[in-house]
């Protein structure tokens, strides 16, 4: 099972990013898809994780800001960030889950910075 995320990059505060993350090698839907992130010298974080059924759970500091969606059939899952403020630079990783199996993307740099 392969994680790979793109979209991160360098954005001024109040601007927009869109991450996505395509799960390849699997045949079965994941329970739980979603992104964490980790700055540096801070642990990893839950951002926003969206469940098979589309229940979602966000970090307090993002909600309002940030929107989790998948595409099932595709095995995607999309992070659409608007509103991005100093605080949100770190690296995003992709996270999916089926049971007792767990896999992570190699995660993608995002930096808020004017």
């Known amino acids: 099972v392969q994680l790979v995320e793109s979209g991160g990059g360098l954005v001024q505060p109040g601007g927009s990013l869109r991450l996505s993350c395509a799960a390849s090698?699997?045949?079965?839907?994941?329970?739980?898809m979603g992104w964490y992130r980790q700055a540096p010298g801070k642990q990893r974080e839950l951002v926003a994780v969206i469940r098979s059924g589309g229940l979602t759970t966000y970090v307090d500091s993002v909600k309002g800001r940030f929107t989790v969606s998948r595409d099932n059939a595709k095995n995607m899952v999309y992070l659409q960030m608007n509103n991005l403020k100093p605080e949100d630079t770190a690296v995003y990783y992709c996270?999916?889950?089926?049971?007792?199996?767990?896999?992570w993307g190699q995660g993608t740099q995002v930096t808020v910075s004017s």
């Open positions: 996270h999916a889950a089926r049971d007792l199996l767990a896999y």
């Open positions: 090698g699997i045949i079965f839907s994941f329970d739980v």
